[in-house]
């Protein structure tokens, strides 16, 4: 009776590879002057996230698309980003705690601010986060939302904080309203903006997103003459883009 014995060995070899190269300075090092790389499950035939030959004009090397790494080291073309309303209600006005700010007519520096909404971000390590914001507000005299008819303007801003990173106020915008009529059709307008801010280390961090009313405040004392207003933010469809560099 015949025996075979079969043995298998697993070899690590530590080594660099080179392709094109007898010096290869990488664990894999492609030479060459006119060399390319090709990942054919990334082409626009293997691909969701590849559009292709887009423009339709047969000419596959003037249609590039972004290259991403996922957590694991794997090369991919799909687009995650940490956060992506992508056409849904980024901030539901009916689920916030306060989705409104109120301004007196007493009011001392002529300002008020709510925070409307907040995002966590969770980072392993220094990174660059980028903010994209839409956020929108309707603009009234009072909580019975009487139309403003006096003429004077209201600033509305829109702005957001991260804890962590001190007390900077990021992307802020502002539009100013004003009506001299009943019949003004109220509704919502928007704020929009966009901000890169540096996490300087591993972390939770805050982002806080508030809403602001302001009005003129008389200079050299005596008083104040800011004007009453209600804004209601989140009253539309609000979009929120978080990415990390």
């Given at each position: 009776?015949?025996i075979?014995?079969?043995?298998?060995?697993?070899?690590?070899?530590?080594?660099?590879?080179?392709?094109?190269?007898?010096?290869?300075?990488?664990?894999?090092?492609?030479?060459?002057?006119?060399?390319?790389?090709?990942?054919?499950?990334?082409?626009?035939?293997?691909?969701?996230?590849?559009?292709?030959?887009?423009?339709?004009?047969?000419?596959?090397?003037?249609?590039?698309?972004?290259?991403?790494?996922?957590?694991?080291?794997?090369?991919?073309?799909?687009?995650?980003?940490?956060?992506?309303?992508?056409?849904?209600?980024?901030?539901?006005?009916?689920?916030?705690?306060?989705?409104?700010?109120?301004?007196?007519?007493?009011?001392?520096?002529?300002?008020?601010?709510?925070?409307?909404?907040?995002?966590?971000?969770?980072?392993?390590?220094?990174?660059?986060?980028?903010?994209?914001?839409?956020?929108?507000?309707?603009?009234?005299?009072?909580?019975?939302?009487?139309?403003?008819?006096?003429?004077?303007?209201?600033?509305?801003?829109?702005?957001?904080v991260?804890?962590?990173?001190?007390?900077?106020?990021?992307?802020?915008?502002?539009?100013?309203?004003s009506?001299g009529?009943?019949?003004?059709?109220?509704?919502?307008?928007?704020?929009?903006?966009?901000?890169?801010?540096?996490?300087?280390?591993?972390g939770k961090?805050d982002?806080?997103?508030?809403?602001?009313?302001?009005?003129n405040?008389?200079?050299?004392?005596?008083?104040?003459?800011?004007?009453?207003?209600?804004?209601?933010?989140?009253?539309?469809?609000d979009?929120?883009?978080?990415?990390?560099?």
């Open positions: 009776m015949k075979l014995v079969l043995l298998l060995f697993t070899i690590q070899i530590s080594a660099q590879v080179g392709v094109n190269t007898t010096d290869p300075q990488q664990t894999l090092h492609v030479g060459s002057n006119t060399g390319t790389v090709r990942i054919e499950s990334l082409d626009g035939d293997n691909s969701p996230y590849n559009a292709g030959d887009v423009d339709g004009d047969l000419d596959f090397t003037n249609n590039t698309y972004n290259l991403y790494v996922d957590a694991l080291g794997n090369l991919t073309t799909e687009f995650k980003p940490l956060y992506n309303s992508n056409g849904s209600d980024a901030v539901d006005d009916a689920a916030i705690p306060v989705n409104f700010v109120t301004l007196t007519n007493s009011d001392t520096d002529g300002q008020a601010d709510v925070q409307i909404t907040l995002f966590e971000v969770t980072v392993a390590r220094p990174a660059i986060l980028e903010v994209k914001y839409n956020l929108s507000f309707d603009v009234y005299l009072d909580a019975a939302k009487t139309v403003i008819s006096d003429n004077y303007a209201r600033r509305i801003s829109t702005y957001f991260i804890s962590g990173v001190g007390t900077r106020k990021y992307g802020p915008v502002s539009k100013c309203y009506s009529s009943t019949l003004s059709i109220t509704g919502p307008m928007y704020n929009a903006s966009t901000a890169y801010i540096q996490l300087p280390a591993a961090y982002i806080q997103f508030y809403g602001e009313v302001s009005s405040v008389k200079g050299g004392g005596g008083g104040t003459t800011s004007k009453a207003a209600y804004v209601e933010f989140a009253t539309g469809y979009a929120i883009f978080l990415r990390l560099h």
